[in-house]
């Protein structure tokens, strides 16, 4: 029987460059930015160490967020625009991130995607199946890449979990649970519209819909749930509460639970946890205690060797310009969206969708 070490020994086994060192690209890469919402520090966190990247304008409907953005250091030589068509149809970047509300997403997207240009997103791709389904044809049709910030498949715990069950420590996964449970604090308007904001299960819900396929190695096939919004009437039209529920491509369950209902006095603002369970074993990630691994000859142990952390944009940019291998393939990209739109339809008409 193989030990835990040797397990993650065997599937750890190629080093990642250290997490400070410069990334080159054999190319200069004129970088645009559309918008500021969600994510965007995934994308100018990692700039000092991308020298060859270049940010040569940002767009953003709010001159307030312009002007905050500017001090950066590797955004202040950038060109400002209102509009982000304007700033399309007049610069020529060779990479688009797109960081905009979630009603606003997909036509931004498309908006690159038709000049031809490489594009990475916040999520979800879109509010609406047919906006979705419009990206991907225009990705096909264009020939240009795309990708999307989900950056909790680049973080050590969740490849650790992936290492784990491809090495065979916990069998064959036959369910899994997640949670994501947040404060609301202090947001902007645009999370308490629906034409804006789209709803729970579409914002934060694709995090973990992604993480349970990267993890476990199972496809989603067919999706069900509820949605509902509890007491807080300043939050307008935001879910606060939803469950989604999953079914196995090998007859497993999955499902989902999210809220908005962490206090402020809660000693973090997030409290993500990830369950797998197999039929040798079961693996446990929960964001304040870390990750547990038991299995059927192992009594309960805290998995302390982790690999180290990835980075979504520079894994992006890697891939598109120096043909390397990316951890977030399109197709998941477009499994996640699907399965991810595919719960939000179930929980929003009260039926149960394909995926």
Not at 79 to 107: F, H, I, S, W
Not at 163 to 188: C, H, N, P, T
Not at 294 to 309: C, G, H, Q, S, Y
Request: net charge positive; proline share 6%; glycine share 8%.
């Amino acid at each position: 029987m193989l030990s835990r070490r040797h397990l993650l020994a065997s599937a750890l086994a190629t080093p990642a460059a250290a997490a400070d060192s410069p990334v080159r690209l054999p190319k200069r890469i004129r970088l645009a930015i559309i918008g500021f919402e969600g994510h965007p520090g995934e994308v100018t966190g990692p700039l000092p160490r991308l020298p060859d990247v270049e940010v040569i304008a940002i767009a953003d409907f709010d001159a307030a967020v312009l002007q905050r953005e500017a001090r950066r250091p590797r955004l202040a030589a950038a060109v400002k625009y209102a509009d982000y068509r304007q700033m399309l149809e007049r610069e020529r970047p060779d990479v688009v991130a797109v960081c905009n509300t979630n009603g606003e997403r997909a036509a931004a997207v498309l908006a690159a995607l038709k000049r031809g240009l490489h594009v990475i997103a916040e999520k979800p791709l879109a509010t609406r199946r047919s906006d979705y389904n419009e990206i991907k044809s225009a990705v096909a049709r264009q020939g240009v890449k795309l990708g999307q910030l989900l950056p909790m498949r680049f973080s050590s715990p969740f490849l650790a979990m992936r290492d784990l069950v491809r090495a065979g420590a916990i069998g064959e996964v036959a369910q899994m649970d997640s949670q994501k449970s947040y404060r609301v604090g202090d947001r902007d308007s645009w999370y308490f519209k629906r034409a804006s904001y789209g709803g729970t299960i579409l914002w934060i819900g694709i995090h973990m819909i992604d993480l349970m396929r990267f993890t476990s190695g199972r496809e989603f096939r067919q999706a069900g749930g509820f949605q509902g919004h509890v007491g807080f009437p300043r939050i307008g039209d935001m879910e606060n509460v939803t469950v989604s529920m999953f079914r196995l491509d090998n007859g497993g369950t999955a499902s989902l639970r999210m809220d908005y209902l962490r206090t402020p006095s809660s000693p973090t603002s997030s409290d993500a946890r990830l369950r797998l369970a197999g039929t040798r074993g079961i693996l446990e990630y929960r964001e304040n205690d870390g990750l547990t691994l038991m299995t059927i000859d192992r009594k309960p142990e805290a998995v302390t060797d982790l690999p180290p952390r990835g980075q979504v944009f520079i894994d992006f940019l890697e891939h598109v310009y120096a043909s390397k291998p990316t951890q977030l393939p399109l197709d998941d990209i477009w499994r996640a969206n699907e399965a991810t739109i595919a719960a939000h339809e179930a929980a929003a008409e009260g039926r149960i969708v394909g995926v």
